[in-house]
């Protein structure tokens, strides 16, 4: 069964950083691109940016520049540092496999509250 732990989530003002961590029990890692996604309250979850094990790595516009996704083969974990924030990137964030539609393949974990705010 998969199972995915989010952490590294806090209340940060405009302008700090966090880092977050994931890690996926299973074969994901080995099957599957590993996908960083949020949800802010009353919007619909998305797609932040994704990482293969070949080192390949996709943004969503609105974070280009200023996040970075990285991964961990050995330890099945992929990471996001996020770098100055900004209050709209407030949501909960979650890590899971992404397949060739770009949809989650996994069952969602308890994901990690980033708060920027002043």
């Known amino acids: 069964q998969v199972q995915l732990v989010e952490s590294g989530g806090g209340l940060v003002q405009p302008g700090g950083s966090l880092r977050l961590s994931c890690v996926a029990s299973?074969?994901?890692?080995?099957?599957?691109?590993m996908g960083w996604y949020r949800q802010a309250p009353g919007n619909q979850r998305e797609l932040v940016a994704t990482?293969?094990?070949?080192?390949?790595?996709i943004y969503l516009d609105s974070v280009k520049g200023r996040f970075a996704i990285s991964g961990d083969n050995a330890k099945n974990t992929v990471y996001l540092q996020m770098n100055n924030l900004k209050p709209e990137d407030t949501a909960v964030y979650y890590c899971?496999?992404?397949?060739?539609?770009?949809?989650?393949?996994?069952?969602w974990g308890q994901g990690t509250q980033v708060t920027v705010s002043s």
């Open positions: 299973g074969s994901i890692f080995k099957h599957y691109v």
């Open positions: 990482w293969s094990t070949g080192g390949t790595t």
């Open positions: 899971n496999g992404v397949d060739a539609r770009a949809i989650a393949v996994a069952s």
